[in-house]
Every structure is written in C-alpha cells, then in structure tokens.
C-alpha cells in the first residue's frame, strides 16, 4: 500500500431520522440572512491576520469587556525551538518546531502537532486560536494551542521520525503536561507518533503520563470511539439539522470532498440511514452517481486497493458500477443538497462560491472556507455549519481520553458515542438559536458563543470594571 493510501486509511477503523416528515430536503435558509457579513478586505494569507477576523466579527454579539478582546488577540505564549537530529546516514540535521499556547483561561491548552514542511507561526498560532474557539464552543474544559514542524515526514524514515518526535518533546517537555497542555495528532502525525511522546514525555517527569496527549493508541491509554469521533460529531449535527429542517434522509443528495477519516465515517455514518452519497473524492479526484454509492463498498474498496473506484461490492466480490469521474473543483459545484469538504482548508474561495449549488454546507474539514467566500455564500442564503462546530467531534473524544487517563477507568464505545451525541447536539442547538435570535450566520454565532465563555472565564478575576468598584 502506498504511503498516501496507508495514511488515508489508517483511521478508517473515526446515530435517529424523522423519516415520516413528508418534505423533501427543504433548500436549506440560513439560520439568518447574515448581519454580520464579514467583510472582503484581504489580509494578504496571512493566516493569523484572518483568524483574527472572526474574532472581530463575532465580538459585537459575545458582549465582552474590550480589555478581554484585546487579550484574545495575542498568545499567551510562543515556543521556537531547533530539534538537532541524526539521520540514517549519519548526517545530522537541524529541524524547526514551535508550540503555541493560546488561551488557557478555560483549562489546559489543546491542540495538535502538525508535521508539514509549509508549516509557520502564523498558522500555528491560527491553528491554536481556533483551537480555544472549538474548545469553547462545545464547552469541553480546555484551551487552545497548537504546535507543528517544518518536516515531510515522508522523506524520513520512521527510525528517523522517532527521533525527531522525541527531540520534539524533549524540547517542549517543560511546556505541556495534563494541567498544562495537551497535545494530539494533526496533519501527518498519527497514533504511533503519540506513543512516542507520551513514553518521552513519561521518561523525562518520570511517570507514566498517558494524559500528557490525546490519539494514543487504545493499547497505551487512547479512547474507544477516537477514530469516528469526527466523523461521528458532523453527523450529529446533519441529524439535528435534519430533525429542524424536516429532511427526508432519502431524498438529500450529499457530496463528500475527501475521503480519509472524516469523509469516511461521515458518509457511512449518513449511508446508513438512508442519506444518498453521489459523489465522493480523494486527492485524486472524484466519482459521481446519481443514483448513489454504496458507500460500505467504496469504503472496502479504499481500504484494499487505496484508490477511490465506483464498486459495489458483495462479501469479497466488487464490482464496477456506473460513474462519472469528476474533479475535486467539480464535485464541489454539483447540484446536491449536502456538500460536506472534509479534505482541506481554503477550497471555497470568491472563485467558485458564486457557483456553489448545495443549500447547506458542513464543513469538517478545518478552514475550507475563505472569509471572502463566506460572504459570498451568505447572500446566496447558503447555511454553513461552521468548522469550528461541525468538525469539533474529534476534540471532545480526545476529552474524553484525558478524563479516562486521569481517572483510570476506561469507557465502553458506546458511552463514548452518547456522551458525545449528547454535547454535539447540546451545543449545535445553541450555536442555531444564537443564530436564529441574533439574526446572523451560524459561523459568527459559533464564534460569538466560543468567546462569550472564554470572556466569562477571563472576567471570573475581574476586569477594570471590577477593580473600579463594579461588578
Ligand atoms: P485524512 O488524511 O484521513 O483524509 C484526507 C482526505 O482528503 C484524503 O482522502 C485525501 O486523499 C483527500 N484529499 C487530499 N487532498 C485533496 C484535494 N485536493 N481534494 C480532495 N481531497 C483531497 O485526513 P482527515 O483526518 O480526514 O482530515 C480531513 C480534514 O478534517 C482536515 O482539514 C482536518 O484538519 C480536519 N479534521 C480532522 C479531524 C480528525 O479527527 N481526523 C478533526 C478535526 C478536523
């Protein structure tokens, strides 16, 4: 198997209808027709410069003392460090890492470490401010932060990879810890990475810390439930969507860009109560049917051969049905219901959000769209659940594994499945009626919800006001 397919597969080892409402999938309103319309101006890619954005726009609606917001504007802290590390052939070469603690008003900052040779500081600090806007918006007790390496792993063998991800936390040991901050995978970092950490980590303090970082493998402390968690969390959100909306599942025609973990599961998870998948893709491109996949098939397929292939499979026996291939740009702008990017960040742009058909967007991926094409989107009256919401599964699951190290007790898949419904649907609803009362778009409702609890933590030691004699 090739690395791209092992990687795309590996987690794929990461749910009730209203099925008697008679309409047929409603073409989705937006919770509002946007207010808060973000407004175009560039930010030259800066990535950091754009997440604080958000920030602005949101900020009316979250009520918080302006002392707080000015806060939120900046880091708490930044972590530069040179990893030295000798390779195979004995050379010895220098790698660039950083971690960033955002905001740890909450709890312990939370967020992954991304292995990329593009990674940066502006986006790690980005990546950690929507961290502590995740962590908030679905009110799990902890911060943000993030960290990264500038490193194609896969031009490291994995002896070589071990070392430079044990120089990694030898290097930030002293900064994160289960009241500190807490790590997890992120892009091109995987559970045997974590393994390593976290024995790393437990060498130097010198005990075993499996709640150091989240995504280990269940083995050495990680969660039943992990690997759908993403997958899952969107889905909840589709249902309560759909419970609102009174969406007949087979008749809600849903295309999934990308189809790794969170693509996967998602669509199975719909797949199964009736939802039709006509189109799915990789970064290869995409199929489409609209007649609609069997996506069990599509999932065995991948797992086999790597590739995506329009088969329908029996036991062991797939066969090619009917398709049309189609590129990623394509499947985007299809005429569904459903468009759920779970690949990457900034494929909805002011390019194509003009031509984007589906009523209703879920993003799971982090980042698939640009504030300038959210603007677009919001005069179209496309609905967007917000990354920050819909993708939120994965880090309330991590949640979860931090609890069950701290406790030493561990759950079955099913408690973490409900537990998980439980919050997902809680908070999506909180998020919509923000929406709804405030006449904005769900994304600045997320926001203005996620800093309105970060602002409540801060005020709990007082702002100006309080230290002036009020309240
Ligand atoms: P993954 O590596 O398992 O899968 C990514 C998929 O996207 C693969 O199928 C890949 O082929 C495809 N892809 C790559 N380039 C593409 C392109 N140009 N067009 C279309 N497809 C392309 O990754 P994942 O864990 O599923 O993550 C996907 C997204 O979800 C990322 O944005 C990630 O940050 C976000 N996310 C994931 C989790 C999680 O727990 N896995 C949690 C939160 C957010």
Avoid at 231 to 238: F, N, P
Avoid at 247 to 274: I, K, T
Avoid at 298 to 312: D, F, H, Q, T
Avoid at 436 to 456: C, F, K, N, P, W
Wanted: contains cysteine; proline residues 5%; neutral net charge.
């Amino acid at each position: 198997m090739s690395k791209e397919s092992a990687r795309e597969t590996k987690a794929a080892s990461e749910v009730d209808a209203v099925k008697d409402s008679a309409a047929t999938p409603e073409t989705a309103k937006p919770a509002s027709s946007g207010a808060a319309a973000i407004s175009g101006t560039s930010t030259n890619g800066d990535m950091f410069e754009d997440a604080l954005r958000r920030l602005d726009t949101a900020a009316p609606y979250a009520k918080i003392d302006p002392e707080i917001l000015e806060t939120m504007r900046f880091a708490k802290s930044i972590l530069q460090v040179s990893i030295p590390v000798r390779m195979d052939d004995g050379s010895l070469r220098i790698f660039q890492g950083y971690r960033v603690r955002y905001d740890d008003t909450r709890g312990p900052a939370k967020g992954g470490i991304r292995y990329h040779p593009d990674v940066n500081l502006s986006e790690v600090k980005a990546l950690a401010f929507w961290m502590a806007c995740k962590c908030a918006v679905v009110n799990i007790p902890f911060g943000g932060g993030k960290g990264g390496i500038i490193v194609d792993p896969h031009e490291l063998s994995r002896a070589e990879l071990e070392r430079l991800s044990r120089g990694f936390i030898q290097r930030i040991a002293p900064f994160i810890g289960p009241d500190v901050d807490v790590p997890a995978p992120d892009v091109y970092t995987t559970p045997t990475i974590m393994a390593w950490m976290m024995d790393e980590y437990s060498n130097i303090v010198r005990k075993r810390t499996p709640a150091v970082i989240t995504g280990k493998p269940i083995a050495v402390g990680g969660s039943l439930g992990r690997d759908d968690a993403t997958g899952r969390g969107a889905y909840y959100c589709i249902k309560e969507l759909q419970a609102r909306r009174r969406w007949r599942p087979n008749s809600v025609r849903v295309a999934v860009q990308g189809f790794g973990n969170a693509g996967q599961h998602v669509a199975r998870l719909l797949h199964n109560d009736g939802y039709r998948i006509v189109a799915v893709s990789d970064s290869r491109g995409g199929i489409y049917s609209r007649h609609a996949f069997d996506v069990p098939s599509l999932i065995k397929e991948k797992m086999n051969s790597g590739r995506l292939r329009p088969v329908y499979c029996e036991g062991d026996n797939c066969e090619e049905v009917e398709a049309d291939r189609i590129t990623n740009q394509q499947l985007l702008e299809l005429d569904v219901d459903l468009l759920l990017p779970s690949a990457l960040e900034n494929q909805i742009t002011r390019e194509n959000a003009d031509r984007i058909k589906a009523a209703t967007i879920v993003e799971l991926a982090n980042g698939p769209t640009t504030t300038e094409a959210d603007a677009i989107l919001q005069k179209k009256g496309t609905l967007v659940v917000p990354d920050i919401l819909a993708n939120a599964g994965g880090v309330t699951v991590s949640y979860f594994e931090w609890v069950q190290n701290r406790a030493g007790l561990y759950w079955k898949e099913e408690e973490v499945h409900k537990r998980l419904h439980e919050i997902m649907s809680r908070e999506f609803n909180i998020v919509y009626e923000f929406a709804e009362q405030h006449d904005i778009d769900m994304r600045t409702a997320a926001y203005a919800v996620a800093l309105g609890r970060i602002g409540s933590a801060h005020q709990s030691t007082g702002t100006q006001e309080y230290f002036m004699g009020g309240r």
